[in-house]
Nanobody
Framework: QVQFVESGGGLVQPGGSLRLSCAAS????????MGWYRQTPGKEREFVAA????????YYADSVKGRFTISRENAKNTVYLQMDSLKPEDTAVYYC????????????????WGQGIQVTVSS
């Protein structure tokens, strides 16, 4: 079982930036893919970005492509989500997650989840 510590959320004005961090512990060697999802009240959890643990592939949702950047630092077992040009519609609780397999498009593809961190984009 992998545990996560997420940090970096908060309140930012439209057009601003935030960087989320997700530090994994427990059994990080079992991770194949790390992902970021987000969720707003009354809506399903939405895919944001994913990166293979070895960095061979990276995928983004169309809604964040060109604005968000996912990266990882294996030595620290940490994955980051750099969010630039933030919009009010990016407001959500953001979750990091780990998958043992190579699929990433659905929440059910992931085996372990962080506790979630609030990101609010508002003037």
């Amino acid at each position: 079982q992998v545990q996560f510590v997420e940090s970096g959320g908060g309140l930012v004005q439209p057009g601003g930036s935030l960087r989320l961090s997700c530090a994994a512990s427990g059994s990080p060697f079992s991770i194949s893919v790390m992902g970021w999802y987000r969720q707003t009240p009354g809506k399903e959890r939405e895919f944001v970005a994913a990166i293979s643990w070895g960095g061979a592939f990276i995928y983004y949702a169309d809604s964040v492509k060109g604005r968000f950047t996912i990266s990882r630092e294996n030595a620290k077992n940490t994955v980051y989500l750099q969010m630039d040009s933030l919009k009010p519609e990016d407001t959500a609780v953001y979750y990091c997650a780990a998958a043992k397999g190579n699929s990433y498009r659905r929440p059910s593809d992931f085996d372990s989840w962080g506790q979630g961190i609030q990101v609010t984009v508002s003037s």
